[in-house]
């Protein structure tokens, strides 16, 4: 089992560029979460899918920032315009249900905005 | 606003000694909590989980205290192995969402040979 698998793993950019980034989740696992790290706000989940379908995406931070999951085994989070203080390790994660089961994390792709 | 806290940034243990992390939360409407464990460069690996039902649960070495009172949960390691060492992140889960997971800030554990 591969586990989820996220690209890339780095991404160094510059202000205003769109940064796509991507995640192939476990396969039969019908719920997807896209996480971010930061110093200052610790892990916080920007938003999950079930069934491809977006369920909550409360926590995406404004409309530069957009999620799609257009099949069961590709999602992809889009950043447009990218700014510094997006800087921060991205995580995606899957599960095969919803969050009370185990959610499997990716090893994240680190994001610097300069 | 943060929901469930983790007071202590790091904590430094012996190897074969107990490893105690602490981790508070302020909603009631909390159900469901777990640990995961991460170590650098790596995604976050579940640990252990415990319902609110519960106020014990034992995997192995470790094992979670839930204290619904104190709104308080620990996380016991015996015995700590220097493998142990890395950022332990206390997570919740609110009743009325299946799909939304509130971390704590995470206290990084060193364990020492």
């Known amino acids: 089992d591969a586990g989820v698998i996220q690209s890339p793993r780095h991404e160094v950019t510059e202000m205003g560029q769109e940064v796509t980034l991507r995640c192939k989740p476990i396969?039969?696992?019908?719920?997807l979460f896209w996480y971010r790290q930061t110093m200052m706000r610790g892990l916080e989940l920007l938003i999950y899918?079930?069934?491809?379908?977006?369920?909550?995406d409360s926590g995406m931070p404004e409309d530069r920032f957009s999620a799609k999951m257009p099949n069961a085994s590709f999602s992809t989070l889009k950043i447009q315009p990218s700014e510094p203080r997006d800087s921060a390790v991205y995580f995606c994660?899957?599960?095969?249900?919803?969050?009370?089961?185990?959610?499997?994390f990716g090893p994240g792709t680190r994001l610097l905005v300069l | 606003d943060q929901q469930v806290k983790q007071n202590s940034p790091s904590l430094s243990v012996q190897e074969g000694r107990i490893s105690i992390l602490n981790c508070d939360y302020t909603?009631?409407?909390?159900?469901?909590f777990l640990w995961y464990k991460k170590y650098p460069a790596e995604g976050p690996t579940f640990l252990i989980s415990i319902s609110s039902i519960k106020d014990k649960n034992e995997d192995g070495r470790f094992t979670v205290f839930l204290n619904k009172s104190a709104k308080h949960l620990s996380l016991h390691i015996v015995p700590s192995q220097p493998g142990d060492s890395a950022v332990y992140f206390c997570a919740a889960i609110p009743s009325s969402n299946t799909g939304k997971l509130i971390f704590g800030q995470g206290t990084t554990l060193q364990v020492k040979p």
């Open positions: 396969s039969g696992h019908n719920s």
């Open positions: 899918f079930n069934n491809n379908v977006p369920i909550d």
């Open positions: 994660a899957s599960s095969r249900t919803s969050a009370r089961e185990t959610q499997y």
């Open positions: 909603n009631s409407m909390f159900d469901y």
